[in-house]
């Protein structure tokens, strides 16, 4: 299930055209985290849907 997590935020991600700095900012802001490899697996599911209610 992670894995597909994974991929799909990198897909959002890809779409947006956020920078892997980007995306750390934001975990951090948001997680208080550096890597999408330390969030729960809940988390991930926040970020991905922020990320797909992004545009």
Same mark, same amino acid.
């Given at each position: ?13 890809? *779409? ?7 995306? *750390?900012?934001?975990?951090?802001? !948001? !997680?208080?985290? *550096? ?11 926040? =970020?991905?849907? =922020? ?5």
């Amino acid at each position: 299930m992670t894995d597909n997590l994974m991929s799909q935020i990198d897909a959002e991600m890809q *779409r947006l055209g956020w920078t892997v700095d980007q995306g *750390r900012e934001h975990l951090l802001k !948001y !997680y208080g985290k *550096r890597s999408r490899l330390l969030l729960t697996e809940e988390e991930l599911d926040n =970020f991905l849907l =922020f990320l797909q209610l992004s545009d």
